[in-house]
């Protein structure tokens, strides 16, 4: 208890805010993919299901409420990165992967494995030990400051080394190995993320100036940062989608989760120098945290499709039928999935 007086004590009013933002969020999202998996069925159970190539859903009220669910959880989680820096907002992500797993298994009695839950056990002690031992935000009182702080030769070189791998993704890697080596997609969302989330808190920075009264709309730093938003998250969505498209869902998104967050806080290290106001062993901590999460990540996703049950062969068979019926094949994770069977 004396801990965490001493910790609530020192921590600065933005880091509580953006806390209480990053939780909310990743409540939002993960709630939004349980009442969307809602309405997919409820579509599903009346016209052509999604999984085979229908888009009856569209028509159905609850797929909607849960996409403006995911909605609301994106916008706080954009506000988060205004007041709290993003070593501590971008690990908390996983939280809303145990809210899914959660919920999935008291709503949909979908089955969560007994390693399942040590993973999500896992992401919540990680996601504890980062928050306890994050830094404080930077205080800034002006776009102007993060400008600056974004045109330093330490951020300048991250990004050319940032945007001279993804070039040579896109150009060279892409058109050979794609298709076959997952990451491909992968490697070029994640790095472009690092960059949308630093003009992301850029961006968010600015508004939340202007909001209390100090106009930041009109720099053209702000709107510079904007444009920068807009090119990132497009790139992102462009071969997220390729990835998600090609190869399974369930390797693509813990892969993706490392990378991207791995790459974020090195950005924000170098940009913000969130670390310049830490000790070592606050840093170490963080650390261990963040590779606590990700353990706990992996096991919640290499899990997700099995149940405890009296023998393996069980298992391997209702996981089997589930994808039959879904409509993928999953037996090979690092390949193409077919999805040309449409009726």
Known sequence: MAAVRRWSEGMSSDNIKGLVLAIS???????????????????????????????SYLLEPLWWF??????????????????????????????????????????????????????????????????LHAPQERQIESVTEVWDLATEPGFLFYTALVLTAVFTLIFHFVPQYGQTH??????VCSLVGSISVMSVKALGIA????????????????WAFTLVVASCVITQMNYLNKALDTFNTAVVSPIYYVMFTSLTILASVIMFKDWDRQTPTQIIT???????????????HKTKDMVDGP????SISMRSLKHEEDGFDESVPLKRQDTSRIP
């Open 25 to 55: 969020s990743s409540l939002f999202i993960g709630a939004s993919f349980i009442v969307k998996k809602k309405g997919l069925k409820k579509a599903g159970a009346s016209g052509v299901r999604a999984g085979v190539g229908g888009y």
């Open 66 to 131: 849960g996409m403006i669910t995911m909605v609301v959880g994106e916008i706080a989680n954009f506000a988060a990165y205004a007041f709290a820096p993003a070593i501590l907002v971008t690990p908390l992500g996983a939280l809303s992967i145990i809210i899914s797993a959660v919920l999935a298994h008291i709503i949909l009695r979908e089955k969560l494995h007994t390693f399942g839950i040590l993973g999500c056990a896992l992401c919540v002690v990680g996601s504890t030990t980062i928050v």
């Open 182 to 187: 997952i990451m491909v997609y992968i490697g």
């Open 207 to 222: 508004l939340k100036l202007t909001f209390s009264g100090m106009n930041q709309l009109l720099y053209p730093q702000t």
């Open 286 to 300: 963080e650390m261990c945290g963040f590779i606590t999460i990700l353990s706990g990540t992996f096991l919640l």
């Open 311 to 314: 023998s393996l062969t069980t």
